[in-house]
């Protein structure tokens, strides 16, 4: 599950080179000298009206395709399990935990600038927007004797696809607003401590081996369907870029099935869990409009 988030990241990452390679080359034949010639010497050498293409291209992406990416911070709306019923299976869980002793969430940020996107106005204030978002929350069970220890993190990514709209104004200055949906491929990327049952401190006097001598544990989850709701303004900065000031809300839970494999094959079935992982995400980036 975690190589295919990583093909959807980067499949997505090469159509939108693509397209914005695409783009730019169709700007550049639209020279001057081109469309000063005379339609019909155009529709002799190309038998097809590439005049008609060219034209086609432009209206696509002038004033209607933007393609940026943002730098974001994120905080969790629920960062400890207190009050939160996440079991969906018989047994009782607690009010203070998320998954067994796993009581605390903590956003594992990542202040690059990769959270890519494309918008495409079909009118001069409507539009959609593709956008990759990921976020990441490390677990962690927090003892009474204040002792903390991370099981391992839960890392979410994929694609937001939203309606947007903005209201042109004669300032550089353009508010904007949206809805949307998202796919998240989820994975649980387990400490290997935590994987063979053990505390960092008895992996360590076992020689950081990988042999379950008192068997394993395991998360599985599900992909994830969630709401995003956003906004934010553009700020003109030169001619055709764009600083981006952006504030985001996400309504995602992940599935999570827990699971151990007791030494000689036997197999213990703890459940499903939910784990609210919402977040609320600001970010700055940079906008080229076609």
Known sequence: MHKRAKYQSCLFSVLLSVLVCWSAG??????????A????????????????????????VTGHLRVGTRITGYAFTHITGLHVDTHSGDESGTDSSFLGSINKLEADQNYMPVK?????FFTRDWGIELTWDKVIAASHSVHPDDTDVTDGKWDIKGPILSMIGRYCNSTRVTPYGGIGITYMFTDFDAAPYWSLRMSPAQWAANGYSDYPLIGSQTMDTDNALGFVAFGGCDVEVAHNFLLDVYARYM?????????????????????????????VALGLGVTYAF
């Open 251 to 279: 309504n995602v839970a992940v599935d999570t099935h827990y699971y151990i494999n007791l030494p000689g094959g036997g197999y213990e079935d703890h459940g499903w869990y939910k784990i609210p992982l919402s977040n």
């Open 37 to 60: 010639m005379p339609f019909s010497s155009v529709h002799d050498n190309a038998g097809l009206g590439s005049a008609s293409v060219v034209t086609a291209a432009d209206n696509f």
């Open 26 to 35: 169709a700007q550049q034949t639209n020279t001057p000298a081109t469309s």
């Open 116 to 120: 890519i996107y494309a918008d495409w």
